[in-house]
């Protein structure tokens, strides 16, 4: 892993997009993995940004979400790709038809898990994969017990997962589905590259799980240890809990590669 921790969310957010326009201009036919969330959002305003302001090409790359509810229809304000159209789709000149979402309605989710799987390998995989952090350590929506080599599949929301995400239903939990077609750890870590972006205090006690503690199904975004291209980008609140921040701090001032990143 490579860890930047940025002064506050603003310059951690800003890095993370970054990163996405770098990686997009070098490989214009790149593959993006793409998550959703509120720590995303401003990513993809930023993004938007820059392709406004500096003509960032969306023309040539496809992409595939994380993950989608189960029950939940497409043209519902609360699915997935509602809000991938919403921050992004609709404001960049990526191809609708490159872009993909895993089908929460589909009438055999089975069957539909692995053509999505399929679909990912006959592009040539995911060239950067972006991941936020749940609280519980969740990657995508692979919650606690979820084997590091599995793929696209329908999954059972923890509920605290449920609860943290019910804002996105008028606040009421009874509306937020039990279920979820993911992406699953193996898939994720096929990525050739990936940046995670974790912000704020709740998220600083799995950062440093995800960091420093030991490999565990309990804690899916401890697979990202065994990631050879995995970049941590944080901000001083999710930095609080970490303990070895003396050589955290010592690589980011050495390394050259994070270096490159921050000048």
Do not use: W
Not at 7 to 30: F, H
Not at 77 to 84: C, D, E, K, L, V
Not at 110 to 127: D, I, P, S, T
Not at 181 to 197: F, K, N, S
Request: with cysteine; aromatic share 6%.
């Amino acid at each position: 892993m490579k860890i930047v921790i940025c002064p506050n969310v603003e310059q951690a957010t800003l890095l993370a997009a970054r990163v996405m326009e770098d990686a997009l201009r070098q490989t214009p036919d790149i593959t993006l993995g793409l998550a959703t969330g509120r720590t995303m959002e401003k990513v993809y305003a930023a993004l938007v940004q820059a392709h406004r302001d500096r003509g960032l090409d969306f023309s040539h790359c496809q992409s595939f979400n994380l993950d989608e509810y189960v029950g939940i229809s497409p043209s519902s304000t609360q699915s997935y790709r509602a809000y991938m159209h919403t921050h992004l789709f609709s404001r960049v000149n990526i191809a609708l038809s490159a872009t993909h979402v895993p089908d929460g309605m589909a009438t055999d989710l089975a069957a539909r898990c692995a053509g999505y799987e399929k679909a990912l390998h006959a592009c040539g995989g995911v060239g950067l994969q972006l991941l936020g952090l749940g609280e519980n350590g969740h990657i995508g929506f692979n919650e606690p017990f979820s084997a590091f080599t599995s793929c696209t599949r329908v999954v059972t929301l923890d509920p605290a997962t449920r609860e943290q995400n019910r804002s996105m239903f008028d606040d009421d939990l009874a509306q937020v589905p039990y279920h979820a077609v993911t992406m699953g750890v193996g898939t994720i870590l096929d990525a050739r590259r990936i940046v995670v972006l974790a912000t704020g205090a709740a998220k600083a006690r799995v950062v440093a799980d995800m960091i420093e503690g030991p490999l565990t199904a309990s804690i899916s975004a401890t697979a990202l240890q065994m990631h050879a291209n995995c970049l941590v980008i944080t901000d001083e609140a999710a930095a609080t809990a970490l303990t070895r921040r003396a050589f955290i701090d010592h690589l980011m001032q050495h390394d050259a590669e994070l270096q490159g990143l921050l000048s």
